[in-house]
């Protein structure tokens, strides 16, 4: 597997949007889902938003995100996207995208567990201020 490479992060106030990206090279062939987790300053990496890398592959969201936050998926582009929506200073993190294994040992919403992962970017910051 190759390192997934983040971008698209930045400043934004209250209320406004950002897309994310993660260029996962081949990711297709080699992870059966991809992430995106999130770390504060002094907090936990929290899972964000998960989705499988089937074509129309369901997708799995924290409770803090639902309705706000989009993951989809480009494999021709070898891409994964989170639009993020009405972001809240509270979204302020560096955030990490995350490539799984070929077999996931969890299903659904275990897969925001960072410990399903062990390839990850070097991630992208997002801020949002009030």
């Known amino acids: 597997q190759t390192q997934p490479v983040e971008s698209g992060g930045g400043s934004v106030q209250a209320g406004g949007s950002l897309t994310l990206s993660c260029l996962a090279e081949?990711?297709?062939?080699?992870?059966?889902?991809m992430a995106w987790f999130r770390q504060a300053p002094g907090k936990e990496r929290q899972g964000v938003a998960v989705?499988?890398?089937?074509?129309?592959?369901?997708?799995y969201y924290h409770d803090s995100v639902k309705g706000r936050f989009t993951i989809s998926q480009d494999s021709a582009k070898s891409t994964i996207y989170l639009q993020m929506n009405n972001l809240k200073p509270d979204d302020t993190a560096m955030y990490f995208c995350?490539?799984?294994?070929?077999?996931?040992?969890?299903?659904?919403?275990?897969?925001?567990?960072?410990?399903?992962?062990?390839?990850w970017g070097q991630g992208t910051q997002v801020t949002v201020s009030s």
């Open positions: 081949g990711y297709t062939a080699t992870s059966a889902y």
């Open positions: 989705t499988y890398t089937i074509p129309d592959g369901p997708a």
């Open positions: 995350a490539a799984g294994d070929r077999w996931p040992r969890a299903v659904g919403l275990g897969l925001l567990m960072p410990s399903e992962y062990t390839n």
